[in-house]
């Protein structure tokens, strides 16, 4: 990964945010150094070199924040600014983000850190930061106007607080909220447990689920879009720009996710049953736990679910909304299925030649095909993998498990090696007759006994006319 530096900013140009845990505030003679990105590569954990120790997590196609000590501070630099982030490969959208990417670097701490983290504001407005999750005074709370002054363009403020508990957070804007989220803004926020053994896994990976609604050859997110989406991402990554989750075989895994879109999420895994392990509300007891292979996280939640990967494969994890695996589509073409257009077709071909009728015998010819678009956009299905088309997008991805990876090893593996013998194959025996087909068995019943009778509306008599109530009794409810 290259960072790049942004030197240092004197210190008449920063403002603490509000009162309370001022403790150090003199200590601050100079604001560190803000790292920064564009690459949309997975970088591998680093782990800590000072203070206690912690499993790092691994960003999903992002970074960790790097940070300084300064005395008994931990002390981080965020600087909130317009970005542009390739979505996928073919595309790239102009959004606001901090450190140079949209979501912004990860941020780690430890339970019982003491943490200032100065946040520069590079945009064209007034923002703030909210720690989602997390426990501090109010004062560092990060909504503008409620908890603290907004930050104007230009200006530095500090914010200063301990990490009073463990587990899975983020942050995001408190100011003009809904534009800077519908442009971009948030970060993962993870807090480690103060004793490193506790509910310690092997890999931990982390990504937010956001939104886009971008015009096909345009850059910019239409802000004000409310449900009708057209990109649906991991850390700003639609498929098959997102990074696979490479996982050794025997490996104990954990996969924390947070969800700023505008409607709820159910993630799947295949191949395998899970532990839900913690939300941003804590961690789950390990005796509470129940088990999944689907785990539903709503707007503004988060949710980590650990397993075991004992299985080796290439396993599909996505969203079980089977929009939310596509990529940008028009929602108002006419669903054109078991309609013949070969006479249609003929006489539009006289006028727009080349034209190819399509939709009559589903979608899935779109996934081989993957016709020219319009420029700065992408296929409503796409990606390829060792058995052709996966006609998928958006919110997809892939859990390579695989033998033998080192420790800190999360390079794409390729395709899965399938054992023989162990790949669903056509059928290519003898001729089969076709199946019989043959009726229902009878229930006995008479269909009308199963009528669904709505008791908010009087029953009818035969020639349709209302059946008055019994006296005292209640006809419609």
Not at 275 to 290: E, F, I, L, M, R
Not at 420 to 447: C, H, I, M, N, W
Request: proline share 8%; net charge neutral; aromatic share 10%.
């Amino acid at each position: 990964m290259t960072l790049s530096r942004r030197g240092f900013v004197g210190a008449s140009g920063f403002v603490v945010a509000a009162g309370g845990l001022v403790s150090g505030r003199a200590q601050a003679a100079s604001i560190p150094e803000a790292a920064s990105t564009k690459s949309p590569e997975t970088q591998a954990p680093k782990a800590p070199t000072t203070g206690p120790d912690y499993q790092p997590v691994v960003t999903l196609n992002g970074w960790s924040l790097p940070w300084r000590m300064n005395g008994n501070w931990k002390e981080f630099h965020l600087v909130a600014e317009p970005v542009i982030r390739e979505i996928a490969p073919g595309m790239k959208a102009h959004l606001w983000g901090y450190n140079g990417q949209s979501p912004g670097p990860t941020i780690e701490a430890v339970e019982g850190d003491n943490v200032r983290i100065f946040v520069t504001n590079k945009l064209p407005e007034n923002t703030a930061v909210h720690w989602h999750g997390q426990r501090l005074p109010n004062g560092m709370d990060g909504v503008g106007g409620l908890t603290q002054p907004h930050i104007p363009p230009g200006k530095t403020f500090v914010y200063e607080f301990q990490m009073r508990r463990s587990g899975t957070f983020m942050y995001h804007p408190h100011s003009d909220e809904m534009v800077q989220m519908a442009m971009g803004m948030m970060g993962f926020l993870v807090v480690h447990p103060k004793d490193p053994a506790f509910r310690r896994v092997d890999r931990d990976f982390v990504f937010l689920l956001n939104a886009f609604d971008i015009e096909a050859g345009s850059y910019v997110p239409k802000v004000n879009t409310m449900l009708d989406f057209n990109l649906w991402t991991w850390n700003s990554r639609a498929f098959p720009g997102i990074d696979p989750f490479v996982v050794a075989k025997n490996d104990k895994v954990r996969i924390r996710f947070g969800n700023l879109t505008m409607t709820n999420h159910p993630i799947h895994m295949h191949g395998y049953e899970f532990k839900v392990s913690g939300t941003d509300g804590g961690w789950v007891d390990p005796a509470a736990a129940w088990p999944e292979v689907s785990i539903d996280c709503a707007v503004g939640q988060m949710r980590a679910f650990d397993f075991v990967a004992d299985e080796p494969g290439d396993w599909a994890i996505h969203c079980h909304k089977s929009h939310h695996t596509m990529n940008a589509m028009g929602h108002s073409v006419k669903t054109y299925i078991g309609v013949n257009k070969k006479d249609l077709a003929k006489r539009i071909a006289k006028i727009a030649p080349g034209y190819m009728p399509m939709g009559s015998n589903g979608m899935g010819e779109m996934g081989s095909m993957e016709m020219q678009g319009p420029a700065n956009t992408l296929p409503m299905m796409t990606g390829y993998a060792q058995f052709g088309p996966v006609e998928m997008g958006g919110m997809f991805s892939v859990v390579k498990v695989r033998e033998g990876l080192a420790a800190n090893d999360y390079k794409d593996p390729g395709w899965f090696k399938n054992p023989e013998g162990t790949v669903a194959f056509e059928y290519k025996g003898q001729k089969l007759a076709e199946a019989p087909r043959t009726s229902g068995p009878d229930s006995g019943l008479d269909s009308v006994d199963w009528q669904v009778k709505d008791p908010r509306k009087p029953a009818l008599a035969a020639d349709g006319t209302p059946i008055p109530a019994k006296a005292g009794g209640h006809s419609n409810h």
